[in-house]
Protein backbone atom coordinates (compact mmCIF):
# COMPACT_ATOMS: atom_id res chain seq x y z
CA UNK A 1 0.00 0.00 0.00
CA UNK A 2 1.21 3.41 -0.92
CA UNK A 3 2.56 5.70 2.05
CA UNK A 4 0.16 8.72 0.68
CA UNK A 5 -3.17 6.54 1.44
CA UNK A 6 -3.21 7.80 4.84
CA UNK A 7 -2.82 11.50 3.53
CA UNK A 8 -5.51 10.95 0.84
CA UNK A 9 -8.01 9.19 3.40
CA UNK A 10 -7.62 11.95 5.69
CA UNK A 11 -8.87 15.22 3.42
CA UNK A 12 -11.63 12.33 2.09
CA UNK A 13 -12.83 12.19 5.96
CA UNK A 14 -12.61 15.85 6.41
CA UNK A 15 -14.41 16.77 3.37
CA UNK A 16 -17.07 13.58 4.08
CA UNK A 17 -17.26 15.73 7.44
CA UNK A 18 -17.59 19.15 5.97
CA UNK A 19 -20.84 17.84 3.63
CA UNK A 20 -22.74 15.77 6.42
CA UNK A 21 -23.40 12.51 6.52
CA UNK A 22 -26.74 10.83 5.04
CA UNK A 23 -30.05 11.09 6.92
CA UNK A 24 -33.27 8.50 6.59
CA UNK A 25 -35.97 8.88 8.71
CA UNK A 26 -35.67 9.24 12.61
CA UNK A 27 -36.70 5.32 13.26
CA UNK A 28 -34.24 4.36 10.60
CA UNK A 29 -31.17 6.64 12.09
CA UNK A 30 -28.28 6.17 14.57
CA UNK A 31 -27.18 8.86 16.34
CA UNK A 32 -23.23 9.05 16.92
CA UNK A 33 -21.49 11.27 19.48
CA UNK A 34 -17.86 11.48 19.56
CA UNK A 35 -16.16 13.18 21.95
CA UNK A 36 -14.55 15.85 19.33
CA UNK A 37 -16.42 15.58 15.98
CA UNK A 38 -13.43 16.74 13.86
CA UNK A 39 -10.55 14.80 15.52
CA UNK A 40 -9.13 12.20 12.97
CA UNK A 41 -9.57 9.29 16.02
CA UNK A 42 -13.12 9.88 15.72
CA UNK A 43 -13.36 9.92 11.88
CA UNK A 44 -11.98 6.49 11.56
CA UNK A 45 -14.64 5.74 14.11
CA UNK A 46 -17.07 7.08 11.79
CA UNK A 47 -16.37 5.09 8.69
CA UNK A 48 -16.92 1.98 10.50
CA UNK A 49 -20.19 3.17 11.58
CA UNK A 50 -21.20 4.53 8.25
CA UNK A 51 -19.55 1.76 6.30
CA UNK A 52 -21.87 -0.94 8.25
CA UNK A 53 -24.87 1.23 8.66
CA UNK A 54 -25.25 1.11 4.98
CA UNK A 55 -25.05 -2.43 4.33
CA UNK A 56 -28.30 -2.15 6.90
CA UNK A 57 -30.13 0.42 5.62
CA UNK A 58 -29.06 2.59 8.18
CA UNK A 59 -28.09 5.88 8.40
CA UNK A 60 -25.50 8.00 10.93
CA UNK A 61 -26.19 11.47 12.34
CA UNK A 62 -22.71 12.27 13.56
CA UNK A 63 -22.98 15.26 15.64
CA UNK A 64 -20.70 16.31 18.14
CA UNK A 65 -18.51 19.21 20.51
CA UNK A 66 -15.63 20.67 18.61
CA UNK A 67 -14.00 20.62 21.64
CA UNK A 68 -14.71 18.44 25.27
CA UNK A 69 -18.23 19.39 26.37
CA UNK A 70 -20.10 17.04 28.13
CA UNK A 71 -23.21 19.80 27.89
CA UNK A 72 -23.19 19.50 24.48
CA UNK A 73 -23.54 15.62 24.29
CA UNK A 74 -26.49 15.70 27.18
CA UNK A 75 -28.17 17.84 24.77
CA UNK A 76 -28.21 15.74 21.71
CA UNK A 77 -28.55 12.45 23.29
CA UNK A 78 -31.78 14.47 25.33
CA UNK A 79 -32.63 15.52 21.67
CA UNK A 80 -31.78 12.05 20.10
CA UNK A 81 -34.04 10.63 22.39
CA UNK A 82 -36.93 12.83 22.07
CA UNK A 83 -36.68 12.08 18.40
CA UNK A 84 -36.96 8.21 19.29
CA UNK A 85 -33.73 7.51 16.60
CA UNK A 86 -32.90 3.93 16.14
CA UNK A 87 -29.88 4.40 18.59
CA UNK A 88 -27.54 6.15 20.17
CA UNK A 89 -23.57 5.64 20.04
CA UNK A 90 -21.38 7.42 22.22
CA UNK A 91 -17.50 8.69 22.85
CA UNK A 92 -18.61 10.16 26.71
CA UNK A 93 -16.97 13.37 27.69
CA UNK A 94 -15.60 12.12 31.45
CA UNK A 95 -17.24 8.80 33.35
CA UNK A 96 -20.32 10.52 34.42
CA UNK A 97 -21.29 13.64 33.33
CA UNK A 98 -23.64 11.45 30.50
CA UNK A 99 -25.53 9.07 32.98
CA UNK A 100 -28.97 10.66 32.92
CA UNK A 101 -29.58 11.47 29.64
CA UNK A 102 -28.36 7.91 29.20
CA UNK A 103 -30.68 6.61 31.32
CA UNK A 104 -33.24 8.44 30.10
CA UNK A 105 -33.11 6.95 26.77
CA UNK A 106 -32.71 3.41 28.09
CA UNK A 107 -36.08 3.87 29.60
CA UNK A 108 -37.37 4.11 26.16
CA UNK A 109 -36.05 0.92 25.60
CA UNK A 110 -33.28 2.25 22.96
CA UNK A 111 -30.33 0.58 22.36
CA UNK A 112 -26.87 2.67 23.38
CA UNK A 113 -23.89 1.87 22.70
CA UNK A 114 -20.74 3.58 24.98
CA UNK A 115 -16.82 3.65 22.66
CA UNK A 116 -13.84 3.52 24.11
CA UNK A 117 -14.12 5.10 27.54
CA UNK A 118 -16.18 3.74 30.32
CA UNK A 119 -18.70 5.17 32.12
CA UNK A 120 -20.59 4.59 35.77
CA UNK A 121 -23.54 2.87 35.01
CA UNK A 122 -23.64 -0.91 35.32
CA UNK A 123 -24.64 -3.26 32.75
CA UNK A 124 -28.64 -3.14 32.22
CA UNK A 125 -30.74 -3.69 29.14
CA UNK A 126 -29.93 -2.17 25.71
CA UNK A 127 -26.63 -0.88 27.09
CA UNK A 128 -23.13 -1.60 25.36
CA UNK A 129 -19.95 -0.92 25.93
CA UNK A 130 -17.37 -1.39 23.27
CA UNK A 131 -13.66 -0.39 25.17
CA UNK A 132 -10.19 0.07 25.33
CA UNK A 133 -7.92 -2.57 26.96
CA UNK A 134 -5.66 -0.93 29.10
CA UNK A 135 -4.03 -4.00 30.00
CA UNK A 136 -3.32 -4.74 25.94
CA UNK A 137 -2.50 -1.20 25.76
CA UNK A 138 0.17 -1.51 28.46
CA UNK A 139 1.79 -4.79 27.24
CA UNK A 140 2.26 -3.43 24.04
CA UNK A 141 4.51 -0.56 25.53
CA UNK A 142 6.02 -2.90 28.24
CA UNK A 143 7.08 -5.25 24.68
CA UNK A 144 8.47 -2.42 22.96
CA UNK A 145 10.26 -0.68 25.72
CA UNK A 146 12.22 -4.24 26.02
CA UNK A 147 12.85 -4.78 22.50
CA UNK A 148 14.63 -1.19 22.40
CA UNK A 149 16.12 -1.74 26.30
CA UNK A 150 16.51 -4.70 27.11
CA UNK A 151 15.97 -5.40 30.65
CA UNK A 152 17.45 -1.63 31.77
CA UNK A 153 16.20 1.76 31.15
CA UNK A 154 14.62 4.72 32.55
CA UNK A 155 11.54 6.16 30.97
CA UNK A 156 9.16 9.07 31.95
CA UNK A 157 5.53 9.01 31.62
CA UNK A 158 4.10 12.56 30.52
CA UNK A 159 0.49 13.88 30.40
CA UNK A 160 -0.97 12.91 33.42
CA UNK A 161 -4.50 14.37 33.63
CA UNK A 162 -5.56 13.77 37.39
CA UNK A 163 -9.35 14.53 36.22
CA UNK A 164 -9.00 11.91 33.17
CA UNK A 165 -10.20 8.80 34.11
CA UNK A 166 -8.98 6.59 31.11
CA UNK A 167 -5.84 8.92 31.47
CA UNK A 168 -5.29 7.51 34.85
CA UNK A 169 -6.10 3.85 33.67
CA UNK A 170 -3.54 4.26 31.24
CA UNK A 171 -0.57 5.29 33.78
CA UNK A 172 -1.69 2.61 36.41
CA UNK A 173 -2.03 -0.47 34.07
CA UNK A 174 0.96 0.65 32.26
CA UNK A 175 3.22 1.13 35.54
CA UNK A 176 1.36 -2.34 36.97
CA UNK A 177 2.67 -4.02 33.93
CA UNK A 178 6.10 -3.04 33.64
CA UNK A 179 6.32 -3.62 37.62
CA UNK A 180 5.83 -7.24 36.89
CA UNK A 181 7.05 -7.66 33.67
CA UNK A 182 9.82 -5.33 33.05
CA UNK A 183 10.95 -4.40 36.64
CA UNK A 184 14.07 -3.35 35.53
CA UNK A 185 12.54 -0.60 33.49
CA UNK A 186 11.84 2.34 35.43
CA UNK A 187 9.74 4.82 35.69
CA UNK A 188 11.68 8.12 36.87
CA UNK A 189 8.78 10.77 36.59
CA UNK A 190 5.23 10.90 36.23
CA UNK A 191 4.76 14.57 34.46
CA UNK A 192 1.29 16.35 34.97
CA UNK A 193 0.37 18.65 31.49
CA UNK A 194 -3.16 17.56 31.23
CA UNK A 195 -3.91 20.50 28.65
CA UNK A 196 -1.71 21.43 25.79
CA UNK A 197 1.03 20.06 24.16
CA UNK A 198 2.87 23.36 24.63
CA UNK A 199 2.90 22.54 28.36
CA UNK A 200 3.64 19.05 27.61
CA UNK A 201 6.78 20.09 25.75
CA UNK A 202 7.89 22.49 29.22
CA UNK A 203 7.24 19.38 31.46
CA UNK A 204 9.34 17.45 29.23
CA UNK A 205 12.02 19.63 28.92
CA UNK A 206 12.07 19.51 32.96
CA UNK A 207 12.61 15.83 32.70
CA UNK A 208 15.22 15.81 30.10
CA UNK A 209 16.91 18.42 32.55
CA UNK A 210 16.88 15.92 35.36
CA UNK A 211 17.23 12.79 34.10
CA UNK A 212 20.23 12.91 32.49
CA UNK A 213 19.60 9.12 31.43
CA UNK A 214 16.22 9.11 30.17
CA UNK A 215 15.85 6.88 27.48
CA UNK A 216 11.72 7.71 26.64
CA UNK A 217 8.64 9.33 26.81
CA UNK A 218 5.48 7.90 27.33
CA UNK A 219 2.60 10.20 26.65
CA UNK A 220 -0.89 8.93 27.67
CA UNK A 221 -2.14 11.36 24.55
CA UNK A 222 -1.67 12.92 22.00
CA UNK A 223 -0.75 16.46 23.00
CA UNK A 224 1.67 14.80 25.15
CA UNK A 225 3.33 13.17 22.57
CA UNK A 226 3.37 15.82 20.29
CA UNK A 227 5.04 17.81 23.17
CA UNK A 228 7.46 15.34 23.91
CA UNK A 229 8.57 15.06 20.32
CA UNK A 230 9.22 19.23 20.33
CA UNK A 231 11.50 18.59 23.45
CA UNK A 232 13.31 16.37 22.17
CA UNK A 233 13.95 18.57 19.05
CA UNK A 234 14.56 21.68 21.25
CA UNK A 235 16.70 19.98 23.83
CA UNK A 236 18.62 17.69 21.62
CA UNK A 237 19.83 15.31 24.22
CA UNK A 238 23.36 13.27 23.20
CA UNK A 239 21.34 9.55 23.42
CA UNK A 240 18.34 8.71 21.62
CA UNK A 241 15.07 9.77 23.65
CA UNK A 242 12.53 7.49 22.38
CA UNK A 243 8.76 8.71 22.23
CA UNK A 244 5.88 6.01 23.02
CA UNK A 245 2.43 7.49 22.46
CA UNK A 246 -1.35 6.28 23.23
CA UNK A 247 -4.21 7.12 20.09
CA UNK A 248 -3.49 7.91 16.71
CA UNK A 249 -3.84 11.42 15.18
CA UNK A 250 -2.28 12.34 11.50
CA UNK A 251 0.60 14.90 13.03
CA UNK A 252 1.54 12.03 15.18
CA UNK A 253 1.69 9.69 12.57
CA UNK A 254 3.35 12.21 10.19
CA UNK A 255 6.22 12.21 12.80
CA UNK A 256 6.24 8.97 13.29
CA UNK A 257 7.02 8.87 9.32
CA UNK A 258 10.35 11.17 10.27
CA UNK A 259 11.67 9.41 13.24
CA UNK A 260 10.65 11.74 15.73
CA UNK A 261 7.82 9.35 17.37
CA UNK A 262 8.93 5.60 18.11
CA UNK A 263 5.85 3.92 18.30
CA UNK A 264 1.93 4.94 18.50
CA UNK A 265 -0.72 2.15 20.61
CA UNK A 266 -3.43 2.35 18.02
CA UNK A 267 -6.72 1.80 19.09
CA UNK A 268 -9.00 0.29 16.49
CA UNK A 269 -11.79 2.90 16.18
CA UNK A 270 -13.25 1.44 12.88
CA UNK A 271 -13.70 -1.90 14.22
CA UNK A 272 -15.54 -0.04 17.78
CA UNK A 273 -17.80 2.16 15.10
CA UNK A 274 -18.60 -0.88 12.98
CA UNK A 275 -19.72 -3.12 16.72
CA UNK A 276 -21.44 -0.28 17.74
CA UNK A 277 -23.98 -0.36 14.19
CA UNK A 278 -24.30 -3.77 14.92
CA UNK A 279 -25.31 -3.79 18.69
CA UNK A 280 -27.83 -0.86 18.12
CA UNK A 281 -28.92 -3.26 15.11
CA UNK A 282 -29.38 -6.22 16.67
CA UNK A 283 -31.16 -4.81 19.63
CA UNK A 284 -33.40 -3.45 17.86
CA UNK A 285 -33.97 -6.84 16.65
CA UNK A 286 -34.14 -8.63 19.54
CA UNK A 287 -30.97 -10.60 18.54
CA UNK A 288 -28.53 -11.59 20.83
CA UNK A 289 -25.22 -9.63 21.10
CA UNK A 290 -22.19 -9.22 23.06
CA UNK A 291 -22.86 -5.96 25.68
CA UNK A 292 -19.45 -6.23 27.24
CA UNK A 293 -16.47 -6.01 24.99
CA UNK A 294 -12.74 -4.71 25.12
CA UNK A 295 -11.26 -4.17 21.40
CA UNK A 296 -7.50 -5.04 21.18
CA UNK A 297 -4.87 -2.40 20.53
CA UNK A 298 -2.03 -2.48 17.85
CA UNK A 299 1.12 -0.89 17.67
CA UNK A 300 2.02 1.51 15.08
CA UNK A 301 5.61 1.46 14.02
CA UNK A 302 7.98 2.75 11.15
CA UNK A 303 7.99 -0.87 10.61
CA UNK A 304 4.43 -1.56 9.57
CA UNK A 305 2.82 1.43 9.08
CA UNK A 306 2.48 0.61 5.71
CA UNK A 307 1.15 -3.01 5.76
CA UNK A 308 -2.47 -3.53 4.79
CA UNK A 309 -3.59 -4.31 8.08
CA UNK A 310 -2.38 -1.29 9.75
CA UNK A 311 -3.49 1.45 6.83
CA UNK A 312 -7.01 0.09 6.79
CA UNK A 313 -6.93 0.02 10.57
CA UNK A 314 -5.92 4.00 10.39
CA UNK A 315 -8.77 5.04 7.58
CA UNK A 316 -10.90 8.49 7.59
CA UNK A 317 -13.31 7.33 5.18
CA UNK A 318 -14.78 4.42 3.10
CA UNK A 319 -15.61 4.12 -0.52
CA UNK A 320 -19.15 3.77 -1.02
CA UNK A 321 -20.87 1.19 -3.26
Known amino acids: ?34 QLASQELYLTERAGMEETAAGRHLYVDWDGPSDSDPQRQIDIVAAATAENRYGIAINPVGSNTTDSAILAALAKGMPVAVLRDPIDL ?3 PHLSFLLENYAADAKLIAQRLTQVFGTHGEVAILGVDPYSASGLARLDATEKVLREESPGIRVVDRVIAPYSSGLAQIGAEKALDQHPHLGAFIALNNRAGLGAAAAIATKAPAHPVRVLVFDQSLPLLLRLRRGQIDSIVAQNMRLIGRLAVENIDADRQGKPYEHFRQLEPMLVTGDNIDDEKTQEALLLNWEKP
Open 1 to 34: MKRSRFCAVFLAGILSGLSGCDRGTDSRTICAIP
Open 122 to 124: KSQ
